[in-house]
């Protein structure tokens, strides 16, 4: 653990690194949709094309990261509001396919009820991964509270995970207006989990695709859907990610095609959001609002 924290000083060193992480925040409207999972392995698959990824399981009561991992862990966000001797660097736990997470619980959500001092020290601390990483993924609770909401809003852009069943379906537009809500200009993706067939799949997706843009007036971008897969389960209970479990199955498959999808619109892509602020801006005006 102490050689894992120094190497990430090391990197934090590196002057010549300016990379600026892309933060999302992967969310679903009910529970149960395999939004969690969706993240492990979608973070895999993107680590697999050499790029650095970041998960925070902020999934309160509910996170599982670990256990998708089948790896303890030995710290928590929580940690960092101990004492501002604390780095966050040495709160980063890593499994043994080097996939770097941070557990949350309902530690990084206190955050809009600290005082002044500590929520400075978690912002300079937050900055700094923004050097290392490529992506920092929040692996949000499912619904959304007040505070939650607040995180969501302040990242890059929002994946909502969905399955082709009617009231995932009518909970994930609901999660997706309240988001279009409270930030309009907010980037979202959707990815269908758990499809009997590619033409159920992709008849959901179009479907919600076409109400959202015909209420909410927005265009959401379709990253893609992952089969309804026996393999998921077995992972599951061997506590490891399916892209590792069996590569070759129809929904690792898939889960690498979307990740291919997502870098290739991430690199090729010159355009930006109208909304040009950091997280770290966007996440201290809605503690100065709220």
Known sequence: MSDQADKLRQQLANKNRVNKAKTIAIVSGKGGVGKSNITVNLALSLKKQHKKVLIFDLDIGMGNID?????QSDHSITELFDSRANKITDLIEQD???LHYISGGSGLLDIFTMNQTMQAHFFEEFQSLLTIYDYIFFDMG???SKESLFFIMATDECIVVSTPEPTALTDAYGMIKQIVNNSYEMPIKIIMNRSPSNKIGYKALNGLSD?????????VVALGILPEDRVVSKAVMNQMPYVLYKKEAPVSK????IATTYVIEKDASSEQTKDNRSFIQKLKQFILEG
């Open 67 to 71: 256990i998708l991992l089948g790896h």
């Open 96 to 98: 043994g396919n080097e």
């Open 142 to 144: 499912a619904g959304a």
């Open 211 to 219: 109400v959202i843009q015909q209420f909410l007036r927005i265009k």
């Open 254 to 257: 898939a889960m690498r095609d």
